[in-house]
T-cell receptor, first 113, second 115 residues
Framework: KAGVTQTPRYLIKTRGQQVTLSCSPISGHRSVSWYQQTPGQGLQFLFE???????NKGNFPGRFSGRQFSNSRSEMNVSTLELGDSALYLC????????????FGPGTRLTVL | AQSVTQLGSHVSVSEGALVLLRCNYS??????LFWYVQYPNQGLQLLLKYTSAATLVKGINGFEAEFKKSETSFHLTKPSAHMSDAAEYFC?????????????FGKGTLLTVNP
């Protein structure tokens, strides 16, 4: 089985712009979660989608949003970028039921200038 | 709310020595616990998980962890370190019920293996 894929792998944006990141889960997985990783705050949960519905949400401002499509692929969007949004954004997929065993993608490195 | 504390942001061992990475959790309900490893410029890879079955959990690459409820701990060990074990290690706890799919991570422990 192919693993979790994330595109693009690297992004450079300027303050005020918006960005969309994409995640394709492992085939058959219905849950997709997003995490932000920074040196200062570590790994922080953004949100989780299951069958196209947001099931869990972390403590991030409304500038961070996401969605999931019928094929379980997910996108996250960050509007009005700030310097502090520079981070590695990780996507994880899981079956969505039973034990939460999540499989992570390689991440998208976002740099905001 | 769940939380995880990893003692020691940096652990250095010699090749062949015992690896011990510490993790303590806080949870109001029996938790699911995980250890992940992250190599430079890569995502996280699951090493092992505790799901309320056996308290001693064996994972990949020779790692294991023991769940101790009385100590609220889930320390990761490996009897003999290898150079390829050098990476950052994260302990995580999942929520319960509807929050089961939200992972809360510790700050991570960077493992250095010296020849």
């Amino acid at each position: 089985k192919a693993g979790v894929t994330q595109t693009p792998r690297y992004l450079i944006k300027t303050r005020g712009q918006q960005v969309t990141l994409s995640c394709s889960p492992i085939s058959g997985h219905r849950s997709v979660s997003w995490y932000q990783q920074t040196p200062g705050q570590g790994l922080q949960f953004l949100f989780e989608y299951f069958s196209e519905t947001q099931r869990n949400k972390g403590n991030f401002p409304g500038r961070f949003s996401g969605r999931q499509f019928s094929n379980s692929r997910s996108e996250m969007n960050v509007s009005t970028l700030e310097l502090g949004d520079s981070a590695l954004y990780l996507c994880a997929s899981s079956q969505g039921q039973g034990v939460n065993e999540q499989f992570f993608g390689p991440g998208t490195r976002l740099t905001v200038l | 709310a769940q939380s995880v504390t990893q003692l020691g942001s940096h652990v250095s061992v010699s090749e062949g020595a015992l690896v011990l990475l510490r993790c303590n959790y806080s949870s109001s309900v029996p938790p699911y616990l995980f250890w992940y490893v992250q190599y430079p410029n890569q995502g996280l890879q699951l090493l092992l998980k505790y799901t309320s079955a056996a308290t001693l959990v064996k994972g990949i690459n020779g790692f294991e962890a023991e769940f101790k409820k009385s100590e609220t701990s889930f320390h990761l060990t490996k009897p003999s370190a290898h150079m390829s074990d050098a990476a950052e290690y994260f302990c995580a706890v999942s929520g319960s019920g509807g929050s089961n799919y939200k992972l809360t991570f510790g700050k991570g422990t960077l493992l250095t293996v010296n020849p």
